[in-house]
């Protein structure tokens, strides 16, 4: 989600202004069904940063640096977030000592 055309045609390339976009929807799909992370929706913003959605949590991967890491450390953090409304934000993940935070919605 998060992607916007302006037409489609059946079997021709989709128009976006970053091509790269397909191949980094690949890499993160890829990774999530490796790890067994099951998501209710991907959505990417303007920037093509990504935020991915379980339920009523959020999870902001930010840009794909350091993508296979924040798949990996979400895996771990995943069973916290059941049952839970707010934001977990893995876009400053820059390695193990990165500050991880969950902000609670309102």
Request: a negative charge; glycine letters at 6%.
């Amino acid at each position: 989600m998060g992607l916007d055309f302006d037409h489609i045609i059946l079997y021709e390339k989709l128009p976006v202004d970053n091509e790269d976009i397909f191949i980094e929807i690949l890499d993160i799909t890829q990774l999530l069904n490796k790890y067994g992370i099951e998501v209710d929706k991907i959505y990417f913003d303007s920037d093509y940063n990504v935020t991915l959605y379980f339920g009523d949590a959020r999870v902001k991967l930010g840009d794909f640096g350091n993508i296979d890491e924040k798949i990996i450390k979400l895996k771990a953090i995943l069973p916290e977030l059941a049952d839970k409304k707010g934001v977990l934000r893995l876009d400053n993940y820059k390695g193990p000592d990165s500050d991880i935070t969950f902000e609670l919605d309102e």
